[in-house]
């Protein structure tokens, strides 16, 4: 039987350039060498595209190799990854590619868009102030906040403020990643994540829920990869907060349009369920997330893989 030929690309020209390049090894290295012919590319921090053999590929020839390929998987997080730039990429080249497509990759990687459409379907989120300019600090939100750059990933650029005359600072920090922040209410709650996976046979299957515990403050970027994060799967939930917790990831996925798996990240308050963000393209590597989300259900690392490529070629 012939190998399926397969394009793995990795890094991105963003702040998550070495996660996205650790979720490409992860991917490779599960793929079953005697079914899938891998193809490695990496993007480089600069934008520049490298083979395995690390020789520099203009973008023409890339585009070529790529249609050489019967699918591609994109482990690309972050901004020009992610947001819809590479499923455009691959849409224009016509090959299928593994994960959401133009627009949910676009409204995903947007917090603010992704709050529009999050309340219009009845799913809560942080009251948020869009900022644009370090000289516009809003006066008028009730602290703590949390200050975010609206496209981007790891924690970079997030802050929790506590006091006014702090605010500037934050803003700042998420200006330096993107041309807008939110300045949002900070939510008091425990962080509960959940996945879905769009599967070829048009199935939806609903991931374990993860708790992500943190002592005290934000699940920053040190505690997101120094191997100190305390996840909990399966999260312990009632089981009408289970049944929350999936209709309103279910209705998250279908509103933005998602494909292959997303990741949806919940605060679940003394309220009830309140969304934080939506990930296309989440963590890939094996002992990420959403691999260990659908492993608790009996969906193995590989499987996934296998169920993911299989979704793409078949939607294609
Ligand atoms: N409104 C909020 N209230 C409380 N904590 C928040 C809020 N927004 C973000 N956080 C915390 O900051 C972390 C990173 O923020 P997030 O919006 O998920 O950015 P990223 O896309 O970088 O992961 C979250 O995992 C959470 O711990
Ligand atoms: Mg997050």
Redesign the pocket.
């Known amino acids: 039987m012939s190998r399926l030929r397969i394009a793995v690309i990795g890094g991105g020209a963003n702040s998550e350039h070495d996660v996205s390049v650790a979720s490409a090894a992860s991917v490779t290295a599960a793929l079953d060498p005697s079914r899938y012919e891998v193809l490695c590319l990496t993007i480089g921090r600069d934008g520049v595209w490298w083979d395995a053999a690390g020789s520099a590929v203009g973008l023409g020839e890339v585009v070529s190799l790529l249609q050489g390929c019967a699918v591609v998987f994109p482990a690309v997080h972050g901004p020009r990854g992610e947001d819809g730039t590479l499923a455009a990429l691959l849409d224009l080249a016509g090959v299928p590619y593994v994960g959401s497509g133009v627009r949910a990759g676009a409204l995903g990687m947007d917090?603010w868009t992704t709050k529009l459409v999050a309340e219009a379907v009845g799913v809560r989120t942080?009251p948020g102030l869009l900022v644009t300019h370090t000289r516009s600090i809003p006066t008028d939100i009730a602290l703590p906040v949390?200050v975010?750059p609206v496209a981007?990933?790891?924690?970079?650029g997030?802050t929790?403020v506590d006091r006014q005359d702090r605010l500037p600072d934050a803003i700042g920090a998420a200006l330096a990643l993107d041309d807008r922040a939110l300045v949002?209410?900070?939510?008091?709650g425990r962080?509960i994540d959940i996945a879905v996976l769009a599967c070829a046979d048009g199935r939806r299957i609903v991931s374990a829920p993860l708790e992500?515990v943190?002592a005290d403050g934000?699940?920053?970027t040190a505690r997101k990869y120094d191997g100190t994060a305390d996840f909990r799967v399966p999260a312990r939930l009632t089981p009408d907060e289970q049944t929350l917790l999936e209709q309103a990831a279910l209705a998250i996925f279908d509103a933005l349009g998602c494909a292959g798996a997303a990741r949806i990240?919940f605060?679940l308050t003394d309220a009830g369920l309140v969304l934080?963000?939506v990930?296309t393209m989440p963590g890939m590597t094996a002992q990420s997330q959403v691999p260990r989300m659908f492993a608790a259900r009996g969906l193995t690392y590989p499987e996934l893989l296998d169920e993911l490529v299989r979704a793409a070629m078949t939607a294609a």
């Open positions: 917090k942080a949390v975010k981007a990933g790891s924690s970079h997030v929790r949002e209410s900070y939510i008091s962080e992500i943190v934000l699940f920053d990240d605060f934080n963000e990930n």
